[in-house]
């Protein structure tokens, strides 16, 4: 009995033309537009993920526990603090990890008589290299070198402000660990530009040797910096460094450090993130909960048309439950049919665009963030599974279900009674 009542359901669906075509041209643009729309923001997120981690920050840092910028020179580590996780480190396979010491203080700079305070941070530069994006970023003179003393390098932004070129002489003033003054003249051998208003206007980078000699008096080190080739295995080598780190407490009863993921370092970027993504899912539940109305209306309205057409089912022998079993395979043939097809053209467009990308336009010049060239002001979606499957599931659940009023209207109903009305 069921097949028959299919096979009347889906010659009803055929025999609607205008109703099924307008319907199905809804659920499958909306299907479509939010695999296209989940996969490009999936792709700004990882755009934006991939340049600030590239940048300057990395995907994960390890620090002193209590570890607080405004006394970043004090708050230091050791190599003795850090001996098993660097092993863990050095031995990972999965994926090429690169990783720097690096130490951090704010210094006082005084230049032709200008002033500025900025984040100082002393680097190994041979290590550097491969960690961040600072060393291919140079618009003026060159990168610092191990041998390099008394050499700083600035941020086009923070040259521009000071005033100064290649060859210039920067006076900075800082605090040791001890709180005593030290000032020290630098050179400027290098000037740089990231694109990021902050690292170009805030930053100088000087040998770490000097931090070492100068301000902690011991080779001490604020914190690690690691960057991996690939970074999805990011949350497979943090959870090995964690296990390890907790390990050490269970034994030492001395842990001093934490080791922390990109998104807990930047905290203001992550939160951004999450913001966007709260604002896209209220768009995605209001233009779902639009097309579910619209396909509600049209169904309450050909349920209404229908009462003649269920009297004369109903002089037959089809009875009430039967009548609702018709209205819920149309539903599901018609609903289920537009979202599988908005589905292949959804990911139809998302692996095209993942492969080739999505041209982005030229950042304007006042851009606080401007990474990235070529390739890579291209945008890639990158969604994930989760992301593939529950849009076109809430999408057929919020279309499916809005057969429920016609269903209620059709129970409360008498079709015998309606057939007086043909």
């Given amino acids: 009995m069921k097949k028959i009542l299919f096979d009347i359901a889906f010659r009803n669906v055929r025999r609607r033309k205008l109703q099924t075509t307008l319907i199905s041209i809804m659920i499958i643009f909306t299907t479509f537009a ?30 002193n526990i209590d570890y607080t910028d405004e006394d970043a020179y004090k708050v230091l580590i050791s190599d003795v603090d850090v001996k098993s996780v660097e092993k863990e480190i050095k031995n990972y396979k999965n994926t090429e990890v690169n ?15 200008k002033n500025y305070s900025f984040l100082l941070v002393g680097i190994d530069p041979d290590t550097e290299k491969n960690v961040s994006q600072i060393s291919q970023s140079m618009v003026k003179g060159n990168f610092l070198t191990a041998q390099d003393v008394n050499s700083v390098i600035i941020g086009e932004d923070l040259a ?36 990021d208003m902050m690292l170009d206007k805030n930053y100088a980078f000087v040998n770490r040797n000097f931090f070492v000699n100068n301000l902690t008096y011991g080779d001490n080190f604020t914190n ?20 390890i ?52 209306n049209s169904m309450v309205l050909s349920t209404i ?19 609702k079993w018709i209205l819920i395979y149309e539903n599901l043939i018609l609903c289920g049919l537009s979202v599988i097809i908005g ?38 979606p990158d969604p994930t599974s989760i992301d593939l499957i529950y849009g076109p599931i809430v999408i057929f659940i919020s279309c499916f279900f809005s057969i429920i009023p016609s269903v209620i209207r059709l129970n409360r109903s008498n079709p015998v009674q309606s057939l007086t009305s043909i």
């Fill in 224 to 243: 690690i910096t690691l960057k991996l080739k690939d970074s999805s295995y990011r949350k497979d080598l943090l959870n090995n460094l964690k296990d």
């Fill in 99 to 113: 990783y720097t010491k690096r130490n951090m203080g704010f210094a006082l700079a005084e230049a032709k008589n």
């Fill in 305 to 323: 048309k229908r009462m003649p057409e269920f009297g004369i089912l109903s002089a037959v022998g089809l009875n009430n439950s039967q009548f």
């Fill in 160 to 195: 521009d402000f000071l005033k100064v070129s290649i060859g210039d002489e920067i006076v900075m003033m800082m605090m040791d660990i001890y709180d005593s003054f030290i000032i020290e003249p630098f050179i400027v051998t290098g000037i740089f530009k990231v694109g």
């Fill in 34 to 63: 939010i695999f296209a729309m989940v996969g490009m923001q999936s792709g700004a997120f990882k755009m934006l993920e991939d340049g600030y981690t590239k940048m300057f920050n990395g995907d994960i840092q390890i620090r």
């Fill in 245 to 296: 780190s907790n390990k050490e407490n269970l034994t030492t009863k001395n842990q001093k450090i934490e080791i922390l993921p990109w998104d807990e370092v930047l905290l203001f970027l992550k939160q951004v993130m999450n913001f966007n993504f709260i604002i896209s899912n209220v768009y995605y539940f209001v233009f779902i909960l639009l097309v579910a109305f619209t396909v509600l």
């Fill in 343 to 380: 589905s292949l053209l959804g990911m139809a467009f998302v692996y095209y665009f993942s492969i080739h990308g999505v041209p982005l336009p030229p950042p304007p010049e006042d851009a606080p963030l401007k990474f990235g060239s070529g390739d890579s002001r291209k945008l890639y």
